[in-house]
């Protein structure tokens, strides 16, 4: 598989919530990253929410993404580092 399989596309003027996957609070792993590739003179306008979600006991970690912009977004989550497959 190559990247592209672990990228998904947010298309203009839409929104989503992405859930990476189990978080725990305590030891603060893993280490969930994305990463927002859009072009640069509209970057301003593509908005990023990290959330917790859950219980302390079953804590899930997430985005809150909203592309205001009239440019797809694409968006690759990372966890400790590695690629994950969305």
């Known amino acids: ?7 998904f596309l947010l298309s203009h003027n839409s929104k989503t919530r992405h859930i990476a996957g189990k978080f725990d609070i305590k ?7 994305i990463e ?3 072009p640069s003179h509209v970057k301003n ?9 859950g219980t302390p ?3 899930r970690y997430a985005w809150d993404i909203n592309n205001k912009s009239n ?3 694409f968006i690759t989550i990372k966890e400790d580092g590695v690629i994950q497959q969305i």
């Open 71 to 73: 440019y797809p977004v």
């Open 1 to 7: 598989m190559t990247e592209k399989d672990y990228t």
């Open 57 to 59: 006991e079953d804590c």
């Open 36 to 38: 927002v590739n859009v």
């Open 27 to 33: 030891t603060r792993k893993p280490r969930y990253e």
């Open 45 to 53: 306008q593509v908005e990023v929410n990290q959330i917790m979600l």
